[in-house]
């Protein structure tokens, strides 16, 4: 998780996002996994 703090600065993540990159990094996925993701969602909008 310290990776990511790292990268992202506290005051632009919520709680909420803090748990669901948790969770994600729980079931295997890569922090490159999940940003991937975000930015494939934000494309299709």
């Known amino acids: 998780m310290s990776e990511i ?3 992202l600065p ?3 993540l ?3 996002w803090l748990e669901l990159i948790q969770e ?3 079931i295997g996925l890569s922090f490159n996994d999940i940003s991937q ?3 494939g969602a934000a494309s299709t909008k």
């Open 5 to 7: 703090k790292d990268q």
């Open 10 to 12: 506290n005051e632009q």
């Open 14 to 16: 919520d709680q909420e």
């Open 24 to 26: 994600a990094k729980q």
């Open 37 to 39: 993701f975000l930015q």
